[in-house]
């Protein structure tokens, strides 16, 4: 069994979590709940960032002490990792006893081994990165990780030799090809190394900054931010106190966001050098979420809070849509029409669809129970093939989880779901319910059944609330697939009672209001009528519905709508009102004279304040939709059957 250990940065305390906050969280849990799925031994870390100046002033402001204000301002990101499910093995706040001692006895080692010494600090500083700069490094004489205004100090610090580095390092990112990550990660930090890389300053005098941990041998200064943060990693696992725990360093994943990948490229390597102990495995720097193409920020208004998508979407819908949304490494934007987009189309279209199918076809064929294949089911072709699709899928996603392709890995996975649904159109087991032998039609859904099987226990990491809903309704349990069943053929149990699950994820609309809607109706979870054998009518009953002919007089915009039409049409003598949503595929003009077919019996609603007494048919996919017309002449009013 390998171990795993993967820990997220610890985020400061001052801000509210944010997407990009929530983001990084949300990965390191998937990649946990991967590497749990494949037996290694995983540990998962995370925690906050809880001293340093902008702490003390932000307590200052509020009259409070920052411990009392950190015990407040920890709390939203304690909530939203309950909220969204994410299964940390440990928070670290750097508050905590168990770490400060350790910083501290850390800071004593290395001085007592001559790796700190005294000096004159001369530089400037970026206050709300906590980071110091050269005159050199500064750009346009502003902060260059952030470009905001810093401030010139001059004052007697501590500093670490890191400079006594800088050739170990070149040569150990070089000689291990894994350790930043991405490639072009890699590069950035050798180009910063190309100058000469200067001592570390690691502490600030108490007269200026007194939030942070004392130094242990000197009462005047405390530790600088980042030399205290870096620390965490190892505090957490029992650095110098717990043997057996700490035997899960090093790290295999230090995830981090692009913009701290130099504290941890190249102070923590440094640090952990001049402690004798080995280095992370990889340090892998994804990419940003930005809001309208630019970095999200208080002043800009244009901060995506997870909170509220998640109470809008569900928590499994946003988990599924940051992992999938972002090709790891590289930026990605955030609409909330790219949010609803992808998930209507993976998750409410394909997925969704595919589990409602299923649950229907066997409730109405198969007594809701999970039917007997045929003696040999994986003989026929298509069946071959399907399941080859599965266990690709299966392998892919381990191959994309282990190198860090996520979304490729997750694009595989709903490629098996189409071809789930593929394969159902391809067999059309509604015809199959039709004949006198059922065992091709059990064989089809039993097939059907075992991939998606497959498909939602590769997605359970992702989704595990939802894919546990959908699995434990054919009999699975709702917690952690098991990893040698997701290759393993037949193992889902016939006979089993199906548990219906409602609709997994109803369909996203944008209302015109812009609010959003989850349509109760579902359209896209419905199988069509006559695919589904739960969905077939009677003669008697589509005899229920009046079909005629109309003539299309008038037709205009409906006021502050976007996709509002009023029309007027004559169905023999009588003159009719429709609203139909057909405004964003048709100009009012065009209609005008057009013989359109409509519903003439629907009880008459009030759409936008305007009465509709009757509904016109169209055909409608995806971003396409056409009016239902007669074809050559035909008086209007005639019934149509
Ligand atoms: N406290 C330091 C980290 C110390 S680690 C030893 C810090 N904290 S932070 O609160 O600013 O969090 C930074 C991290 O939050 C980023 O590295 C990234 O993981 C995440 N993100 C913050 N904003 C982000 C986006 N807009 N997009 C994606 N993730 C970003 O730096």
């Keep these: 069994m390998s171990s795993y250990y993967i820990t997220t940065p610890i985020y400061y305390v001052n801000d509210r979590p944010h997407i990009g906050h929530a983001y990084t969280t949300v990965l ?9 799925l494949f037996g290694d031994e995983t540990y998962f870390l995370t925690g906050t960032d809880e001293h340093g100046q902008k702490v003390q002033e932000a307590a200052a402001d509020r009259g409070v002490t920052p411990q009392q204000h950190t015990d407040e301002t920890v709390v939203p990101f304690q909530e939203l990792w ?12 750097t508050t905590e006893e168990r770490h400060q001692v350790i910083v501290q006895e850390i800071l004593q080692d290395l001085y007592d081994r001559g790796e700190i010494y005294k000096g004159e600090y001369d530089g400037w500083y970026c206050v709300p990165d906590e980071r110091f700069f050269t005159e050199k490094e500064l750009k346009d004489g502003k902060c260059p990780e952030c470009g905001r205004d810093v401030v010139q100090i001059t004052e007697s610090n501590y500093f670490f030799k890191m400079s006594a580095y800088q050739d170990w390092l070149i040569e150990y990112i070089e000689k291990n090809p894994e350790f930043i990550q991405p490639e072009y990660r890699k590069n950035e930090t050798l180009g910063f190394l190309r100058k000469p890389l200067q001592d570390l300053c690691i502490s600030r005098p108490k007269s200026r900054l007194s939030w942070g941990i004392e130094i242990p041998f000197d009462s005047d200064f405390v530790t600088y931010v980042w030399f205290d943060a870096l620390v965490n990693y190892i505090s957490a696992i029992g650095y110098r106190r717990d043997e057996k725990a700490f035997a899960r360093w090093p790290a295999s994943c230090h995830l981090i966001g692009k913009d701290i990948l130099t504290t941890h490229t190249v102070y923590w390597p440094t640090m952990l050098q001049a402690m004798g102990l080995p280095q992370p495995k990889s340090i892998f720097a994804h990419g940003w979420w930005l809001s309208d193409q630019t970095k999200m920020s208080k002043s800009l208004g244009n901060v995506v809070d997870p909170m509220a998508l998640i109470d809008l979407y569900g928590v499994d819908a946003f988990r599924y849509y940051v992992i999938s949304g972002m090709v790891l490494g590289q930026d990605a934007n955030f609409t909330s029409e790219l949010f609803i987009s992808r998930y209507n189309s993976d998750l409410a279209n394909d997925l969704g669809n595919l589990n409602s199918r299923l649950s229907k076809l066997i409730s109405s064929n198969c007594d809701a129970k999970v039917p007997e294949p045929e003696e040999d089911p994986l003989a026929g072709g ?22 860090m392709h996520l979304d490729h890995g997750l694009q595989q996975v ?17 015809n199959q319910a039709k004949e006198e032998d059922k065992r091709p039609l059990h064989t089809t859904l039993y097939v059907a059944l075992e991939a998606l099987r497959v498909a939602s226990g590769l997605l359970w990491p992702v989704m595990p609330e939802r894919m546990g809903t959908l699995r434990s309704s054919f009999g699975l349990s709702a917690e952690r697939p098991d990893h040698a069943c997701l290759t393993r053929w037949g193992v889902t ?15 996203l609309q944008i209302k015109e209001d812009g609010k959003v809607e989850t349509s109760s109706d579902v359209k896209s979870e419905k199988a069509p009528p006559d695919e589904d054998g739960a969905g077939l009518i009677t003669f008697d009953e589509f005899s229920k519905v009046q079909l005629r002919t109309a003539k299309i007089l008038s037709a205009e915009k409906i006021e502050d709508t976007t996709h509002l039409l009023r029309l007027e049409v004559m169905m023999g003598e009588e003159r009719r009102q429709l609203v139909a949503g057909i405004a964003m595929f048709y100009e009012p003009d065009e209609l005008i004279g057009n013989s359109i077919v409509i519903v003439a019996n629907m009880k008459p609603a009030k759409i936008r304040g305007v009465e509709s007494q009757g509904m016109l048919l169209a055909a409608k996919k995806g971003e396409s939709l056409r009016l239902l017309t007669i074809d050559g002449e035909m008086s209007s009013g005639a019934a149509v059957s």
């Design 28 to 36: 390191a849990d998937v990649l946990s709940r991967y590497h749990r």
């Design 82 to 93: 309950k909220k969204l499910e994410i299964t940390h093995d440990d928070f670290i706040r």
């Design 382 to 403: 298509e069946e071959k093939d399907l399941w080859a699709t599965a266990t690709t899928a299966v392998e892919a996603l381990e191959d994309s989880v282990r190198h």
């Design 414 to 430: 709903l490629g098996l779901v189409r071809a789930t649904n593929r394969y159902l159109e391809l067999k059309a087991p509604w």
């Design 493 to 507: 149990v016939s006979g089993t009672p199906l548990t219906k699950t409602g609709p997994l994820f109803p369909r």
